[in-house]
């Protein structure tokens, strides 16, 4: 079984900048993933990697301003978030696979999941 334990949020004025960290109690293998929970909506994946290969995804609202690594022997994966805006707003949750997901960005196929860390973004 996996831990994972995130840190780094906070709150930061629009056009600011946070990062993410994801401390996981093993070698993070095949998929791990970034998620966030804006309040009324539905959890929408935000960025993913799979270890074995560097192949990184992100979200459509998301693409260009946040970038997702490992670090620390793929231990720990980060999510470097640039330019944020008000609807960034959430909490934000790391998640493994023990597979290499075919949808990376979807909620099914992760196994283990944080339990998040507030982001909030004021304009």
């Known amino acids: 079984q996996v831990q994972l334990v995130e840190s780094g949020g906070g709150e930061v004025q629009a056009g600011g900048s946070l990062r993410l960290s994801c401390a996981a109690s093993l070698h993070i293998r095949n998929t791990v993933g970034w998620f966030r929970h804006p309040p009324g909506k539905e959890r929408e994946g935000v960025a993913a990697?799979?270890?074995?290969?560097?192949?990184?995804f992100y979200g459509n609202s998301v693409q260009g301003r946040f970038s997702i690594s490992l670090a620390n022997a793929k231990n720990t994966v980060n999510l470097q978030m640039n330019d944020l805006k008000p609807e960034d707003t959430a909490p934000y949750y790391c998640?493994?696979?023990?597979?290499?997901?075919?949808?990376?960005?979807?909620?099914?196929?992760?196994?283990?999941w944080g339990q998040g860390t507030q982001v909030t973004v004021s304009s």
């Open positions: 990697i799979y270890s074995g290969f560097g192949t990184e």
């Open positions: 998640a493994t696979a023990p597979g290499y997901a075919n949808s990376p960005l979807t909620e099914p196929e992760y196994k283990y």
